[in-house]
């Protein structure tokens, strides 16, 4: 069971690499350059125009989400998933590998991947160490764009592994699943400002607990082994027999915690999609905990 869930999640760089010079990209398998980064600091597609594992395309997260949303990255509907991947060559039974260029090594891979799993598509894995690691490691790269032959996608929303604002509200009560937030110690506690300028201050959600994504991969930027990985749940007193929500600012990082708790043989983590951006404007004073204003008065 554990060595197909990792199998499923991660594969490496090495079978990656004997994929692309064994032609094997296609229609049984696509590879994604998922690749964000803040306006101003890099340009993400013009870097995938200059490099990327050959035969990638690129997925555009800014594309492919709710536009409507007031929120940054909420997940689009079905159809409009369904369509995007589908014109990127990807079907039901293609084998999807997801990458991005972060100095991390991973940043929002993790996200891509858990959107495939949310609309229903389980063969999808993150490249381990992604594009940092690749080109390090002197795998081929290419600027050739691939065009892949369109394909049909069949996206089928699956709501266990999503949350809405309801759903956190209602938990404050029930308490019927345990909450990650994968922010930085200072986002959560509210002592460090969030990015951006939208009026969103720092802070959490009353009865989460803190685990900052990036804890979970290496110095290298590769994932830490499923051992390290329950440890760390473990040292947080997260039980991974128990249901478990992550959250975060936009939805994103969170993925991470999924993403790792996945490594350990748990597959249901749902993340609450709106995270502390929708928290932060719609819940009341009261359920929002946050340093913030004191520090700063």
Same mark, same amino acid.
């Given at each position: 069971?554990?060595?197909?869930?990792?199998?499923?999640?991660?594969?490496?760089?090495?079978?990656?690499?004997?994929?692309?010079?064994?032609?094997?990209?296609?229609?049984?398998?696509?590879?994604?350059?998922?690749?964000?980064?803040?306006?101003?600091?890099?340009?993400?597609?013009?870097?995938?125009?200059?490099?990327?594992?050959?035969?990638?395309?690129?997925?555009?997260?800014?594309?492919?989400?709710?536009?409507?949303?007031?929120?940054?990255?909420?997940?689009?509907?079905?159809?409009?998933?369904?369509?995007?991947?589908?014109?990127?060559?990807?079907?039901?039974?293609?084998?999807?590998?997801?990458?991005?260029?972060?100095?991390?090594?991973?940043?929002?891979?993790?996200?891509?991947?858990?959107?495939?799993?949310?609309?229903?598509?389980?063969?999808?894995?993150?490249?381990?160490?992604?594009?940092?690691?690749?080109?390090?490691?002197?795998?081929?790269?290419?600027?050739?764009?691939?065009?892949?032959?369109?394909?049909?996608?069949?996206?089928?929303?699956?709501?266990?592994?999503?949350?809405?604002?309801?759903?956190?509200?209602?938990?404050?009560?029930?308490?019927?699943?345990?909450?990650?937030?994968?922010?930085?110690?200072?986002?959560?506690?509210?002592?460090?400002?969030?990015?951006?300028?939208?009026?969103?201050?720092?802070?959490?959600?009353?009865?989460?607990?803190?685990?900052?994504?990036?804890?979970?991969?290496?110095?290298?930027?590769?994932?830490?082994?499923?051992?390290?990985?329950?440890?760390?749940?473990?040292?947080?007193?997260?039980?991974?027999?128990?249901?478990?929500?992550?959250?975060? =600012?936009?939805?994103?990082?969170?993925?991470?915690?999924?993403?790792?708790?996945?490594?350990?043989?748990?597959?249901?983590?749902?993340?609450?999609?709106?995270?502390?951006?929708?928290?932060?404007?719609?819940?009341?004073?009261?359920?929002?905990?946050?340093?913030?204003? =004191?520090?700063?008065?």
């Amino acid at each position: 069971m554990v060595q197909q869930v990792l199998y499923r999640a991660l594969v490496s760089t090495k079978w990656l690499s004997e994929s692309v010079l064994a032609k094997r990209i296609g229609p049984s398998l696509r590879v994604l350059d998922a690749s964000w980064y803040p306006p101003g600091e890099r340009d993400a597609q013009q870097e995938f125009r200059d490099r990327h594992v050959p035969g990638a395309s690129f997925f555009d997260i800014e594309e492919c989400k709710d536009k409507s949303s007031p929120y940054e990255l909420m997940l689009p509907s079905e159809a409009h998933f369904a369509d995007y991947v589908g014109h990127l060559g990807i079907s039901n039974d293609t084998h999807v590998v997801v990458y991005d260029g972060d100095d991390l090594g991973t940043f929002y891979a993790p996200r891509a991947w858990w959107m495939f799993r949310v609309f229903g598509h389980r063969m999808v894995s993150v490249l381990n160490g992604g594009f940092k690691n690749w080109v390090k490691e002197g795998h081929p790269v290419t600027s050739e764009i691939s065009r892949p032959e369109p394909a049909v996608f069949k996206a089928t929303l699956d709501r266990s592994l999503l949350k809405t604002y309801t759903d956190m509200v209602e938990n404050m009560e029930s308490k019927q699943f345990q909450v990650v937030d994968s922010r930085s110690e200072g986002k959560y506690r509210g002592t460090e400002p969030e990015p951006g300028n939208e009026g969103l201050e720092p802070g959490h959600i009353p009865g989460s607990l803190n685990m900052p994504f990036f804890k979970f991969l290496t110095e290298a930027g590769f994932e830490k082994s499923p051992e390290e990985i329950r440890s760390m749940f473990q040292e947080k007193k997260v039980d991974l027999s128990q249901p478990l929500v992550a959250t975060c =600012r936009k939805g994103v990082t969170a993925c991470h915690i999924a993403l790792a708790a996945y490594l350990c043989g748990k597959p249901d983590v749902a993340i609450y999609d709106g995270s502390w951006s929708e928290w932060f404007r719609r819940a009341p004073p009261e359920h929002k905990l946050s340093e913030w204003k =004191r520090n700063k008065a």
